[in-house]
């Protein structure tokens, strides 16, 4: 058995064994070794690549690496070589809604001028066939469209018509048939127009995507004992007065794996048991609040050690959802859901350290200090990975239930 020194620096490493800060020196070596390797040609050669990079030896020699999503929670997935692309145009309003501003702002004003354009040169053609352009000034001329002399008056004529401005020089008159259609028609046109972009702008506009820049995450996630179990743990908070409702938080785990028949499955996706079974995953979220994944035999962290830590490469996802409070309307609710999204990587982890109190009772009220949300504190962790504390423990019972036997068999004679 080994000594009781080793068995302690091995439970209960000293500081110079944590693995909060990891050095970057040895890192950029192997990085520079790593990317000087030939890399083979084709689709297998693309996976022995993957194989390569997901290895213990390129992991711990990258120093930076490309996020599944990034700490302010935009993901890094570009699609590609869409070829059905009609089908962005069956949700016009989805594919309006989802452009950029300055691409939004663009299509607003062109349906408007695109619109406003086209009739104004109907108008035009109308009154030039008719001869209403060359009848300018005769009393005795029964003109379809008065007072349209050239194409810039007719389309004045347009956007007067379009947005009810009618300044009343120039109008359609009821002596020809085809005015009156035209007119009505641009009527209907400039309402659906209207309807539409309006309720993108009112959507977009809406949308509770900045809600989501005042729900903080902090930097760095922090692995140590709770109630006798190791736990990873993370801390939220949400700056405005005005909280969510029915927040739900819940976390992902992505690491590329192969599995026993030798598939590849790059960025595999796997729970993280955040409390979902007992309801500890809803939150009320007034106050910033530690959210713990207990690291048990269905946790894919059971077997990880803060050795093996260090070798690892996986990402963790948070995704935090919650209804906005200042939306009031229980119609407009179900369309208000903000979804707040941050990750972690390996290097993010700090083994042995919890989170410091950022709470006080100040004039009898709980005073909230947003300095400390970040503060970590080291404290006395086992080095070893739950599954083997869970193994000592058992061997620990088993040497005490031994031991309750042997005396009970030496007190019994007495």
Known sequence: PPA????????YPLHALSVANIPNSSRGKTSARSSAAPTPE??????????????????????????????????????????????????IFTTIVDLKYRWFLFVFMMCYVVTWVVFGFIYFLDAWVRGD???????????CIENVDGFVSALLLSVESQRTIGYGTRMVTANCAEGVILLIAQSIVGSMIDAMMVGCMFVKISRP??????????????????????CLMFRVGDLRESHMVDAK?????????????????PLEQSELNLGYDTGEDR????????????INHHSPFWDMSAESLRREQFEIIIILEGIVEATGNPVLAAGMTCQARTSYTEDEILWGYRFEPCMSLEKGAFQVDYSRFEMTFEVQTPAASAKELQELRELEQQEHSTLSLYWDQLVQPC
């Open 4 to 11: 009781p020194q080793e068995a302690a620096a091995r439970f």
């Open 209 to 230: 995507k900045k809600r989501a820049q005042t729900l903080i995450f902090s930097k760095n996630c922090v692995i140590s004992l709770r109630d006798e179990k190791l």
């Open 133 to 143: 352009v060359w009848h300018q000034g005769d009393p005795e001329w029964q003109a």
């Open 42 to 91: 084709g689709l297998q050669g693309r996976r022995c690549k993957l194989l390569e990079e997901d290895s213990p030896t390129a992991q711990a020699g990258r120093r930076q690496r490309q996020r599944y999503v990034t700490k302010v929670g935009k993901c890094q997935v570009n699609l590609g070589n869409i070829q059905d692309k009609k089908r962005f145009l069956s949700d």
């Open 283 to 294: 939150l009320f979220l007034v106050e910033p609040q530690i959210i713990c994944h207990v």
């Open 249 to 265: 938080i819940r976390a992902k785990l992505i690491k590329s794996r192969q599995t026993a028949e030798g598939e590849f499955i």
